[in-house]
């Protein structure tokens, strides 16, 4: 009997098994088939009729076509909501409309949608390659997730057998996501390391090995479903919200990039300091604090462009103070001149801020006066508990809650704060009867606003630092977004990492995910955040090493062990001196890779299939290589993420590669060992590139760029290459399209030991750029002495060819006008 009664319960186990994953992988179907009815074209929109309802399509590029469902649906109350990935002045472009007897068939030039009438699908196409089409198309349906059942409405497509899709945000599961089943639901994972399904930053598209993003345009609860619950089936669930789609194509990975950024909106550059060097931890307690800091990186000959300041600003505990927004006078005495001395020593002032408003803050009678909080069913600001205390939040979507927020950043921007950083703001805690009350005064609930909670509050920041400094780029530093972010300036960062070798482990993963889908500016809190007993100095210096080849250098941790390199031994210091100083020296190389993402969404950390496509079995492999990447298009870079590691495998692309501390050089197209000890990184140089840096500078306020050393690694498979290095003022906001900049142009052209090397110079110009420049070119990998080196066919005087490390170093004065440079 007793055996029986382990059977049953074993069986009744299974049954509910297979019953949830039914209820997960087949939404019931609301509706018969589907078929088309009629049709009108009107503004460049096209309106379809169907037997459900209406469907809309719209070309936002001649590669990019956005689909939206009006079906009628008494569930969904927030079908209303507008696009928030979709740029503000986004154009509708025309398109080519051909009506076929059971198609229609809408032509852009780069991309086709394909309507069959009946049963009503759309198909998408470059070219005659099919891209994607939907299977079902629209449905209706319940998903039961976390014990609970949720009534969804969302879209169903077909995947090809071998297609690999990127996407879905900040996750860790390896870089094809194909498999998984991921909520759409921003939420933060404290202290994760190598596995991770949900985490602060989610974003509902996908990058397919078949070269098209598809978007998933809902800021809704939901869930993406890459053919984990049916192999080839791609689907996307909301709980409400705008049910509509993108699909954009491209020829190449980084057109297919571009062509997004073009719709969702582009990056706006960063100030250049932003590139520098922070002091940041959790946190500086007290003014006295944070002067000694910033004098102990300047008495340590550290580059230092910027300090954090975490929550105790407002408050001296972690708790009870959340919502002060004001300084604590006890603490800090003087914070406005305190900002001020810093900041004649080259550091801004970045300060934190939380959405959430705690009813024992200063701040809470005057935020509930203002009506700047978010409701609940009462009309009453919601009030709930989380770890900080009882609170309410800031209703960012409110015109109400906007001008209150805004009014206190702008009192904090007059005392001298240069930076924001926006914390919690998934939110962490969002209550789904929480109300919010959009601009045209409908009201949504938190399930169906909470993926862009983060993506508005940015949009509120960004928008009012440039009313009070139109000329200044704003810096804004959130963890939590939504796909378009990057619009507003928005420097993401990778949540609360585990302070372990496995919290360090997947942040190229992480970093290369976002970066693909806009978020260009994905960092880590280097060193890691979250945890450790005790100091970890090999991963420390793994981690700081790192970071000289990511988006944003800024270590930060919880303050039981020191996330500042000047509070550690020697050792440790001497190795990442030299290393924080490298990253000084890369400020023109690095600021040129900002200024190319500004203009086209490429990457600065970008994966190694960029190089080599798809097409055949081996290339495709690359996509799930996220041990190594591209720091720009001329360094391969392998962080070490493992203890007393003495060599690591390299994957290298086609071409010829030069280890950068040691040059010595590889065939590429291959696998190889690369060397390292804890002094070294495993960095390698793509023949044919031009490097350019500056020499050793305190911070960004010394940056001068009139004396540029420039290195170009040189070999004969490489006949010719181009670099184009990007300059500004390091400040103004669009200074490229006031044309307050200069491009510096270098063109090579070699054929055996004969190498030309062309300097040519823009026509745009700025405040402060040099008239001319004290060059110094360094040639890699120049064999034997040449026999004569001319500049415009004249001798050069300032010749050395080091025969030790096989370099050719040429130093002259270049006045801007076209030069010449051979050498033979």
Do not use: C
Not at 149 to 156: C, S
């Amino acid at each position: 009997m007793h055996h029986f009664l382990l059977i049953k319960t074993a069986l009744i186990k299974q049954l509910s098994f297979l019953l949830a994953l039914m209820l997960i992988a087949l939404p019931s179907q609301a509706f018969d088939q589907n078929t088309y009815l009629s049709h009108q074209l009107k503004n460049k929109t096209l309106l379809v009729t169907t037997s459900q309802g209406k469907v809309s399509l719209n070309a936002y590029s001649d590669s990019a076509i956005a689909a939206q469902y009006l079906f009628e649906n008494d569930s969904n109350k927030a079908a209303h909501l507008p696009s928030f990935a979709i740029k503000e002045d986004a154009i509708n472009h025309s398109f080519k409309l051909d009506d076929n007897k059971d198609k229609l068939i809408v032509s852009l030039g780069k991309i086709t949608a394909v309507i069959n009438k009946s049963p009503f699908k759309i198909s998408y196409y470059q070219g005659n390659k099919l891209l994607i089409s939907e299977e079902s198309g629209y449905f209706t349906g319940s998903t039961l997730e976390d014990e609970k059942q949720h009534q969804v409405q969302g879209f169903r497509f077909n995947l090809s057998d071998n297609e690999k899709l990127l996407g879905g945000g900040e996750r860790v599961l390896g870089m094809d996501r194909r498999g998984n089943r991921m909520p759409l639901y921003n939420r933060a994972h404290y202290g994760y390391e190598t596995q991770s399904n949900q985490m602060n930053f989610s974003l509902p598209a996908v990058l397919s090995s078949n070269k098209y993003i598809l978007l998933f345009d809902n800021s809704a609860k939901g869930w993406m479903d890459l053919g984990k619950s049916e192999q080839n089936i791609m689907q996307f669930e909301a709980v409400s919200g705008r049910m509509a789609y993108l699909v954009f194509a491209g020829e190449t990975y980084p057109e297919l990039i571009k062509n997004y950024v073009e719709v969702t909106g582009k990056q706006p550059m960063p100030p250049r300091w932003a590139l520098g060097n922070y002091a940041s931890r959790f946190g500086y307690r007290s003014e006295q604090e944070v002067r000694d800091t910033v004098n102990k990186f300047i008495e340590l000959d550290f580059p230092l462009d910027a300090l954090i300041l975490d929550l105790y600003w407002f408050g001296k505990d972690i708790k009870g103070h959340m919502g002060n927004l004001a300084w604590d006078k006890e603490a800090f005495p003087t914070p406005t001149k305190m900002i001020s001395d810093i900041k004649t020593l080259g550091v801004n002032t970045i300060i934190i801020t939380e959405p959430f408003v705690l009813t024992t803050s200063k701040k809470w009678t005057d935020a509930e006066q203002n009506e700047a909080l978010a409701k609940g069913d009462d009309g009453k600001p919601k009030r709930f508990d989380f770890y900080f205390g009882n609170t309410g939040l800031v209703d960012v979507f409110s015109v109400k809650g906007q001008n209150w927020f805004n009014d206190i950043y702008k009192d904090l921007y007059q005392q001298g704060v240069t930076g924001w950083w926006g914390d919690l703001g998934e939110p962490e805690v969002h209550p789904s009867d929480t109300l919010h009350t959009l601009a045209d005064g409908s009201v949504v609930n938190g399930d169906a606003i909470h993926n862009v909670y983060g993506h508005q509050w940015a949009k509120m920041v960004y928008e009012n630092q440039l009313n009070l400094a139109p000329n200044e780029r704003p810096f804004i530093l959130m963890r939590s977004g939504f796909a378009g972010s990057q619009r507003y300036g928005m420097i993401p960062w990778t949540g609360d990492v585990s302070r372990t070798w496995g919290g360090l482990k997947p942040q190229v993963e992480l970093s290369l995910q976002m970066g693909v889908l806009g978020m260009a500016y994905t960092h880590s809190d280097l060193g890691g955040f979250a945890g450790g007993d005790k100091f970890n100095k090999e991963m420390y210096i793994r981690w700081l090493q790192y970071g000289v080849f990511q988006p944003i250098y800024r270590p930060h941790a919880q303050d039981n062990i020191a996330p500042e390199v000047v509070f550690h031994d020697k050792e440790t210091m001497d190795i990442l001196r030299k290393f924080i100083k490298l990253r000084y020296k890369l400020l023109p190389y690095n600021y040129t890779l900002a200024y190319q993402n500004s203009k086209s969404g490429m990457p600065l950390m970008r994966p190694l299939f960029f190089e080599q496509g798809l097409e055949d079995e081996a290339s495709r492999r690359l996509i799930d290589n996220a041990k190594s990447y591209l720091w720009g298009d001329a360094f391969l870079v392998t962080p070490v993420t493992d203890a007393g590691v003495k060599s690591v495998s390299v994957d290298l692309p086609k071409g010829v590669w030069f280890d950068y501390f040691t040059g010595v050089k590889h065939q590429g197209n291959k696998t190889v060992e690369i060397a390292t000890s804890l002094e070294t990184l495993p960095v390698l140089v793509r023949a044919g590139s031009f490097v350019p840096m500056i020499d050793d500078i305190q911070s960004t306020k010394d940056y001068d760029n009139s004396k540029l050393t420039l290195h170009y690694y040189a070999d004969k498979s490489v006949e010719s290459s181009h670099y184009e290095m990007y300059e500004d003022d390091g400040e103004m906001f669009q200074a490229s399209r006031q044309r307050a900049y200069e491009l510096l142009s270098f063109t090579t052209d070699q054929k055996k030991d004969n190498l030309n090397v062309k300097l040519t110079h823009s026509e745009s110009s700025y405040i402060g750029m040099p008239e001319n420049r004290e060059m110094i070119l360094v040639i890699h990998n120049w064999q034997e002495k040449p026999t004569t080196v001319t500049l415009n066919k004249k001798q050069a005087q300032q010749v050395n060819w080091h025969e030790k490390t096989k370099t050719l170093t040429i130093k002259f004065t270049w006045q801007h006008q076209p030069l010449t440079l051979d050498v033979q």
